[in-house]
Nanobody, 116 residues
């Protein structure tokens, strides 16, 4: 099993920046892909960015050029640097770990609100 704990959310003005962190513990060496997902009010959860165990990254079109996913500490921590934030980036951001077995784990999420 894997436990995921997100942090770093908050209220930020349009154009501002936030850095989200996801701390993973447990069977971290069985993780294939870690990703950040966003669920906006009244909408489905959607992928924002992901990073594979080999370091390959993938971004939603809305995140390209503004967000950057990275990891540190031998895969125990994954970051999402978010710049030039827009009101439409508002939502709960969830960390996800996709295992080689096909199982997936979710954190409880951290709220990001972009508003003036």
């Amino acid at each position: 099993q894997v436990q995921l704990v997100e942090s770093g959310g908050g209220l930020v003005q349009p154009g501002g920046s936030l850095r989200l962190s996801c701390a993973a513990s447990g069977s971290i060496f069985s993780i294939n892909v870690m990703g950040w997902y966003r669920q906006a009010p009244g909408k489905q959860r959607e992928l924002v960015a992901s990073i594979t165990s080999g370091g390959v990254t993938n971004y939603a079109d809305s995140a390209k050029g503004r967000f950057a996913i990275s990891r540190a500490n031998a895969r125990t921590t994954v970051f999402l640097q978010m710049n030039s934030l827009k009101p439409e980036d508002t939502g709960v951001y969830y960390c996800n770990a996709a295992m080689g077995s096909g199982l997936g784990y979710w954190g409880k999420g951290t709220l990001v609100t972009v508003s003036s």
